[in-house]
């Protein structure tokens, strides 16, 4: 049974935005079991925990001798030893790893950064003339985005990792209200958190920053 890393408290309060939620909910669309282990921000800058994960972040995987780092490429290994996250034809497959990485090098890179000036950036000077550049930018790719999705409930025929990926970066805007500029883009997002997959993985993880901020 393959174990993966999360926060031992979580900086979003247990609301899914953790990296480990994508790794969580790929093992729950296929129905494979996994183990937890919780790290502290102090422990995620040990060599143990290096030696996993480089950069000293999580989520990492391990699974008998093979250990790997970066929610992308786990959600990836996960989906290709198991049915349900990639088609079968070889050209729909192609396709869905595609928006795996459109997901993570085309949306992602500037809704976080976004995200973290609208976080850590307030008291700076510059940073009611940086805001509206940083949500152009997001605008751009989400109108995109939008564009392509039209009318279709997934980005390409059943759903997949692809959108799995997706929703998961599209759901760092939650708070922001910029999602909601684009109503079939926060249709999409919430059929995928309508998924009993989902929900399962939402709910372990918010039950980590639960017990955390309770003691128990």
């Known amino acids: ?17 953790a990296r480990d939620m994508r790794v969580r909910w790929a093992l729950e ?28 972040q999580i989520p990492t995987y391990e699974d008998g001798d093979l250990a790997l780092f970066e929610s992308g490429a786990i959600v990836l ?5 198991h049915d349900g996250l990639l088609p079968k034809d070889a050209n729909a497959r192609s396709r869905a790893i595609a928006w795996m990485f ?3 090098n085309t949306l992602e890179p500037p809704i976080v950064e976004f995200g973290m000036t609208m976080l850590f950036e307030r008291d700076k000077s ?14 751009t790719r989400l109108g995109e ?11 390409d025929g059943a759903f997949s990792a692809g959108d799995l990926m997706m929703v998961t970066v599209l759901r760092r805007l939650n708070t922001s209200r910029l999602l ?5 883009l926060s249709a999409y997002v919430a059929r995928g958190e309508a998924r009993p997959a989902f929900r399962r993985a939402f709910d372990a993880q918010l039950a980590v920053f639960t017990a955390a901020s309770t003691g128990k």
Do not use: C
């Open 145 to 155: 985005l939008s564009h392509r999705l039209g009318e279709a409930e997934w980005l």
């Open 1 to 17: 049974m393959p174990t993966i890393t999360a926060f031992e408290n979580s900086p979003d309060r247990g609301k899914g935005q």
């Open 126 to 139: 510059w940073y009611e003339e940086r805001l509206p550049v940083l949500k152009d930018r997001v605008r």
């Open 102 to 104: 459109a997901a993570l």
């Open 29 to 56: 669309e296929v129905g494979q079991s996994y183990d937890v282990r919780l790290v502290s921000f102090a422990a995620m800058k040990q060599p143990a925990h290096l030696a996993l994960h480089p950069f000293g």
């Open 180 to 184: 909601e500029e684009y109503p079939d």
């Open 77 to 81: 290994h996960i989906a290709e030893r």
